[in-house]
């Protein structure tokens, strides 16, 4: 039986270093034949984006025409875009289902790919991107689903006022990917077949069987901590920590006064020498024990522990995973798996170095060395072999795309890669009403829109179902809704009428309804921002004044050259043999009699105006009673004198004229009494006021004592 050996060219093109492997593969197994690694001579790499192609292109160069000499021509390359290039958001939607519900997972999984747009939208904000830049959206993964602001396990069929998804997505830079292209081009190589870090290190170390298993991958490199979350047979999540094996190298580097080649050299020894020989940047040479090395690095592993931890939860949901599994060079910091194994509360045997002799089907030329570091770089040529990673071409409305099949790729995501917005897949819906009715706001939906039909194919599709090269995806969008249209019959019941008796006559009153404040029939169509009020008041005094002619009278009164308001005089109100007051709310049925008061005499008038119409002294003159009286006020009807007990009509009009302040005197009695002083007598007198002389023009007052004596 003929073998059949397979050449595979692959390039791990990472932060610090380029590292170059080939393999044969022979029947589903593979051997690493040569292994070439050296690092940038610049900072060419910054988070897994290449920054200086040219730089980038020369390393590649150097390691292919190296590979060349041994192993012939290699023209065509793999290579894996690096997890600390994948960019992780969350995107979070609410929608109002208040109207309708949420009745298929078509439905839910069109409120997703929104929550992925709102991910995608806050990434481009962050990094202050154009809206041309593009992501690749790697994947997603829901977070929760909330309905009324309160997590809950599924929203299909559910019914209330709001619903909530949040996802958290992972998305490619583009320009990741064309600067990769760029730089093999450079050095005279074709991209064979393009992977994902993360991706390439688990299709080694994950076997599909246990992919089911929720597990936490970690490459930890020079600069970097790519994570990735497998769980339900996919990789649901990747992330990224900025902290990684340069953490422990610049450490050594502050404490001991080592230049940072020297520093990395001596973390590389510790875990195969007891003793560690360095010297400093001072030129002294130093003989250090590995006990104190790890004591001196313990502050940075347990930060590097923690910052791994807290990202793996981030990503899983804010849970721990099942198990973790450590690769990369940065992997081999002593006591880094116990440290992470505290932080996720997991049992030591749960985090676990994997290095080569975990890859089933891999052997190694005697030459190269086994490490942690090496599983990626293996990784990619597996998996770029056995799951290559290539772009498809398809249309949506009649508009090409290109895709980067970096997974299982659905119509959704051709809706991302084509700018379709998620909210495109429904009608709009109409504009709603705003009304004010009795005081509360009311809110009328508009209708809502209807759905979007989507043919992939020509075949009724939904957002989840996969799609293939040469695919074509015509969407058939929704109609909007119409606005809100609304009579106050749709906002209000009719007013009720009430039927009482009044002073023996059947009355009936009727409630009316005001728009704006004037009064409308209940087919009157209502406008946004309209308000609405039942204006039905059963106050007997309100409804009585509204069916009587009669109305308390209200004279106006002229006193002294200025108008006066008379006080109104209320009616009396007799309910079914009561009496009550003008608040009193009429029943249906009602018998009820009201007492109006009569007419004022011009009297009551100056009483209620407290107006002083004469001054009055009541004496004892010579031991005879006299009322003595002065006019101080003068009443006018229609500009004629008038009688103190005239009743006024309404169309009267009345005056009162202030008279003479002269107060009253001793004299004053000769105009109230027939007593008069003798004229030819030539007797004298004396004229006394409570027993003392007074004169005829001295005051006196009510209750006085008068008396004239003859001598």
Wanted: charged share 25%.
């Amino acid at each position: 039986m003929e073998i059949l050996i397979t050449k595979l060219f692959a390039l791990d093109i990472g932060t610090r270093s380029v590292v170059g492997i080939v393999l044969e593969e022979q029947n589903d197994s593979f051997h690493i034949v040569d292994l070439i690694s050296k690092e940038h001579k610049e900072r060419s790499m910054i988070d897994g984006q290449i920054h200086n192609i040219l730089s980038v292109a020369s390393i590649i160069q150097e390691i292919k025409e190296e590979l060349e000499q041994i192993h012939g021509p290699l023209k065509r390359v793999s290579v894996a875009a690096a997890g600390r290039s994948l960019k992780t958001a969350e995107g979070t939607v609410t929608v109002d289902i208040s109207e309708r519900t949420l009745i298929s997972k078509e439905d839910i999984n069109r409120l997703e790919l929104l929550a992925v747009q709102n991910a995608q939208e806050k990434l481009l904000s962050a990094h202050q991107s154009q809206e041309d830049d593009h992501y690749y959206c790697v994947g997603y993964s829901v977070l929760y689903y909330k309905l009324h602001d309160e997590k809950i396990g599924s929203l299909i069929d559910q019914t209330g006022n709001t619903a909530t998804v949040e996802v958290i997505a992972t998305f490619l830079p583009r320009v990741v990917v064309e600067s990769l292209l760029a730089a093999l081009k450079r050095a005279d190589l074709e991209m064979e077949a393009l992977t994902l870090e993360p991706i390439a290190a688990i299709h080694v170390l994950v076997p599909p069987s246990m992919r089911r298993l929720n597990i936490a991958l970690v490459d930890i490199g020079a600069g970097t901590s790519d994570i990735a979350i497998v769980s339900e047979n996919t990789v649901t999540a990747y992330g990224m920590v900025p902290v990684a094996g340069d953490e422990m190298t610049e450490a050594l580097s502050s404490h001991y006064l080592l230049d940072f080649p020297m520093a990395e050299q001596m973390k590389r020894q510790i875990n195969d020498q007891d003793i560690l020989k360095v010297q400093d940047i001072l030129g002294f040479e130093q003989e250090i024990p590995a006990e104190e090395v790890i004591d001196v690095i313990k502050p940075s592993v347990k930060h590097l522990a923690l910052s791994i931890a807290n990202e793996i939860k981030r990503l899983n949901h804010n849970t721990s995973p099942q198990a973790v599994m450590i690769v990369g060079g940065g992997g081999l910091t002593p006591t880094l798996t116990k440290e992470v194994s505290t932080q996720l509360d997991l049992p030591e045997n749960r985090v676990a170095i994997r290095s080569l002799d975990a890859l089933s089907g891999v052997t190694l030329s005697d030459q190269i060395e086994a490490s942690p570091a090496l599983v990626t770089p293996i990784g990619i040529a597996i998996a770029a072999q056995r799951a290559p990673i290539h772009y498809i071409s398809l249309s949506v409305n009649e508009q090409s795309i290109r895709l980067f099949e970096l997974k299982e790729l659905t119509v959704g995501d051709a809706l991302l890669a084509a700018r379709i917005s998620a909210r495109q897949l429904y009608g709009k819906p109409g504009l709603a009403l705003t009304v004010k009715v009795n005081g509360q706001w009311r809110t009328i939906p508009g209708e809502h829109g209807s759905s979007t039909t989507i043919l992939l194919n020509g075949t009724e599709a939904g957002t989840k179902d996969s799609i293939a090269n040469q695919d074509n995806i015509e969407l058939m969008f929704g109609k909007d809704g119409t606005d809100a249209t609304a009579t106050v019959r749709d906002l209000m019941d009719a007013p009720q009428s009430i039927t009482y008796q009044l002073n023996g006559v059947s009355k009936t009153v009727i409630g009316e309804i005001l728009l704006n404040g004037r009064p409308v029939t209940m087919d009157t169509k209502i406008a946004d921002r309209d308000e609405l009020t039942l204006h039905q008041t059963t106050r007997v005094k309100d409804i009585i004044t509204s069916h009587s002619n009669f109305e308390t009278d209200a004279y106006t009164i002229i006193w002294n050259g200025t108008p006066h308001r008379l006080k109104q005089r209320e009616t009396v109100y007799i309910a079914n043999g009561q009496v009550v007051s003008d608040a009193y709310q009429i029943q249906a049925d009602d018998h009820i009699e009201t007492r109006h008061p009569g007419a004022l005499s011009l009297k009551e008038i100056a009483k209620d105006l407290e107006i002083v119409l004469e001054e009055r002294a009541d004496i004892l003159f010579n031991e005879k009673p006299i009322v003595i009286k002065k006019q101080r006020t003068a009443v006018y009807v229609n500009e004629e004198p008038a009688n103190l007990d005239y009743r006024v009509q309404p169309n009267d009009k009345v005056e009162f004229k202030v008279l003479s302040h002269s107060p009253i005197i001793f004299s004053d009695i000769f105009s109230f009494t027939d007593f008069t002083l003798p004229t030819q007598s030539t007797a004298s007198y004396r004229l006394l006021r409570n027993g003392e002389s007074i004169r005829f023009n001295d005051l006196i007052f009510g209750g006085d004592q008068l008396e004239i004596i003859f001598e």
